[in-house]
């Protein structure tokens, strides 16, 4: 529930459980209190009763399991890294949880879910029985909640310097001082498959498709790239993730089909002149707030050109943006102003949004926050 909608509060302090009614004193529903908070409650229940503690969480975890199971996820190995618990999605707002393997990894987003976090780890231990489970929660958000953030393993007696996982076959270890989000992109992973089905279609010359990711962080667009044959170009400016990357494609036997730079990924496109037959643009995010907005769609359209003008005629343009104040249609017009500033045509032929293990309830719409375009790039 917004600031703005709430009229007044009454004797109720940081972290409390509290009821909300409507202006007619009707029950709305009962969740945490944030005092300060552009979201000052987030609503975890709709009725009086229910007690919001272990088995309460124990029950929402349990719902969430069940969710990721309907999806395939968690059956078997082939993919054994996905997002788990999505905060509104699971109905448990200010919370997440990814599971790498048998190590889970948490992030507390408000006060009062920081508060219940004896009962968050004491449920997941008994639906889970992870071997750890690590805390990842930004520095930012729990400063703008006004608590301190655990650091490392907060359940769990090992001593766990890597996440361990595999996505759709592909194995992967990340070591824990990566520091963008809890350590990998769940929410790109379908993404990535089309990506490997488009890089692997059979180019102009027949020759392997080359590949351009630019932001690439530990490369996963550029493995299922060159999973599929392609010739990859993979390029972020932190050395830290170039390196993993390196490691990753090596450990995977992928590395012969790629290439790990440390650059601009502005600079490399700006060079590149028309070289790839597919060029993947995912930076990071642009609109961390709504007063944001207007500047990154200037960024987003400079992308936009740059990827234009670094993608062959006939090839594809992947343009995403993870920013919930840039909706599909402004990612749409930024792509248009800059393929207008490159002098070609974009012909968005795909649509993408964040996986199914990151849902959006119907009434949050802000949800949805990532969204891709692909693109085929023609002269005009």
Same mark, same amino acid.
């Given at each position: 529930?917004?600031?703005?909608?709430?009229?007044?509060?009454?004797?109720?302090?940081?972290?409390?459980?509290?009821?909300?009614?409507?202006?007619?004193?009707?029950?709305?529903?009962?969740?945490?209190?944030?005092?300060?908070?552009?979201?000052?409650?987030?609503?975890?229940?709709?009725?009086?009763?229910?007690?919001?503690?272990?088995?309460?969480?124990?029950?929402?975890?349990?719902?969430?399991?069940?969710?990721?199971?309907?999806?395939?996820?968690?059956?078997?190995?082939?993919?054994?890294?996905?997002?788990?618990?999505?905060?509104?999605?699971?109905?448990?707002?200010?919370?997440?949880?990814?599971?790498?393997?048998?190590?889970?990894?948490?992030?507390?987003?408000?006060?009062?879910?920081?508060?219940?976090?004896?009962?968050?780890?004491?449920?997941?231990?008994?639906?889970?029985?992870?071997?750890?489970?690590?805390?990842?929660?930004?520095?930012?958000?729990?400063?703008?909640?006004?608590?301190?953030?655990?650091?490392?393993?907060?359940?769990?007696?090992?001593?766990?310097n890597r996440f361990e996982?595999?996505?759709?076959?592909?194995?992967?270890?990340?070591?824990?001082?990566?520091?963008?989000?809890?350590?990998?992109?769940?929410?790109?992973?379908?993404?990535?498959?089309?990506?490997?089905?488009?890089?692997?279609?059979?180019?102009?010359?027949?020759?392997?498709?080359?590949? /351009?990711? *630019?932001?690439?962080?530990?490369? +996963?667009? #550029?493995?299922?790239? @060159?999973?599929?044959? %392609?010739? !990859?170009?993979?390029?972020?400016?932190?050395?830290l993730a170039i390196e993993?990357?390196?490691?990753?494609?090596?450990?995977?036997?992928?590395?012969?089909?790629?290439?790990?730079?440390?650059?601009?990924?502005?600079?490399?496109?700006?060079?590149?002149?028309?070289?790839?037959?597919?060029?993947?643009?995912?930076?990071?995010?642009?609109?961390?707030?709504?007063?944001?907005?207007?500047?990154?769609?200037?960024?987003?359209?400079?992308?936009?050109?740059?990827?234009?003008?670094?993608?062959?005629?006939?090839?594809?343009?992947?343009?995403?943006?993870?920013?919930?104040?840039?909706? /599909?249609? *402004?990612?749409?017009?930024?792509? +248009?102003? #800059?393929?207008?500033? @490159?002098?070609?045509? %974009?012909? !968005?032929?795909?649509?993408?949004?964040?996986?199914?293990?990151?849902?959006?309830?119907?009434?949050?719409?802000?949800?949805?926050?990532?969204?891709?375009?692909?693109?085929?790039?023609?002269?005009?």
């Open positions: 529930m917004y600031a703005q909608a709430i009229e007044r509060v009454e004797g109720a302090t940081r972290g409390d459980e509290v009821k909300v009614l409507d202006p007619r004193g009707n029950f709305l529903g009962r969740g945490f209190y944030s005092s300060g908070s552009a979201i000052p409650v987030r609503l975890l229940v709709r009725d009086e009763t229910t007690p919001i503690d272990t088995a309460f969480f124990r029950s929402r975890l349990e719902r969430a399991v069940a969710a990721r199971a309907q999806l395939g996820l968690g059956i078997g190995d082939e993919t054994t890294g996905y997002r788990l618990v999505h905060a509104e999605g699971d109905q448990l707002p200010g919370l997440i949880v990814d599971r790498f393997g048998d190590v889970l990894a948490v992030q507390f987003l408000t006060f009062g879910m920081k508060e219940r976090e004896a009962m968050v780890l004491e449920a997941l231990g008994q639906v889970l029985q992870p071997r750890a489970i690590v805390d990842r929660t930004p520095s930012g958000s729990a400063k703008a909640e006004h608590f301190v953030p655990a650091s490392g393993v907060v359940r769990g007696s090992v001593d766990v996982f595999s996505e759709r076959g592909l194995r992967w270890s990340i070591p824990l001082e990566i520091g963008q989000k809890t350590g990998f992109y769940f929410d790109q992973r379908e993404l990535r498959g089309r990506i490997e089905v488009l890089a692997g279609t059979p180019s102009a010359d027949a020759k392997p498709k080359r590949v /351009l990711d *630019a932001y690439s962080y530990v490369g +996963a667009f #550029g493995l299922a790239a @060159a999973r599929a044959g %392609a010739e !990859v170009t993979s390029v972020d400016e932190s050395a993993i990357g390196a490691e990753n494609a090596r450990a995977n036997g992928l590395i012969d089909r790629m290439r790990f730079e440390r650059a601009d990924a502005r600079r490399v496109m700006q060079d590149a002149h028309g070289a790839y037959d597919l060029t993947i643009v995912d930076p990071p995010r642009l609109a961390p707030t709504r007063s944001a907005r207007e500047q990154a769609l200037v960024m987003y359209s400079k992308l936009a050109e740059l990827g234009c003008r670094a993608t062959k005629p006939g090839g594809l343009l992947v343009l995403c943006s993870c920013s919930a104040a840039v909706d /599909l249609f *402004a990612l749409t017009r930024a792509l +248009a102003t #800059g393929a207008v500033r @490159a002098n070609v045509s %974009a012909l !968005v032929v795909e649509r993408a949004f964040q996986g199914a293990d990151h849902p959006v309830p119907a009434a949050f719409g802000e949800g949805l926050y990532l969204k891709a375009l692909v693109a085929r790039i023609e002269p005009r």
